[in-house]
């Protein structure tokens, strides 16, 4: 019990809340809140499609390097990223919303490191455009 939280602390640590993003207007974004802490730490962008956390106090965008799936407003169910030490795999059920956006009702980030440690997350989120 006490090495996986130990691990636990290792891969998540050095992620941090996101702060309040701008979108530049016909900018599309979709942000992912942890369920555990209902803190905001991801932001994907579709065009270009990109990863934003805050990895150790600094807002990171990491590109995609593989999607899967049919996107919703540009968004694939399956997407994943890399840094120069970890990958990134998102993955997602993306509902269109009624009035334009779209809401994310399960989700995982997942985290996994070089050495094949991992972190699942459960997420949720949601998805707008800036007018």
Same mark, same amino acid.
């Given at each position: 019990?006490? /090495? @996986?939280? =130990? ?7 050095? %992620? #941090? ?7 530049? $207007? ?14 905001? /730490? @991801?932001? =994907? ?7 934003? %956390? #805050? ?7 990491? $590109? ?68």
């Amino acid at each position: 019990m006490v /090495i @996986a939280a =130990l691990l636990l602390a290792q891969l998540a640590a050095p %992620l #941090a809340e996101l702060p309040q993003q701008e979108l530049a $207007p016909g900018q599309c974004a979709l942000f992912l809140w942890d369920r555990a802490s209902g803190r905001r /730490i @991801a932001m =994907l962008q579709a065009n270009p499609p990109i990863l934003r %956390l #805050a990895i150790d106090g600094r807002s990171t965008d990491l $590109p995609r390097e593989t999607a899967e799936g049919t996107a919703v407003m540009g968004f694939a169910p399956i997407s994943r990223y890399r840094s120069a030490s970890r990958s990134y795999e998102v993955r997602l059920t993306i509902l269109p919303a009624t009035v334009g956006g779209a809401v994310v009702r399960d989700g995982s980030l997942t985290i996994a490191q070089e050495n094949g440690d991992s972190l699942v997350l459960p997420v949720a989120g949601l998805a707008g455009c800036q007018q």
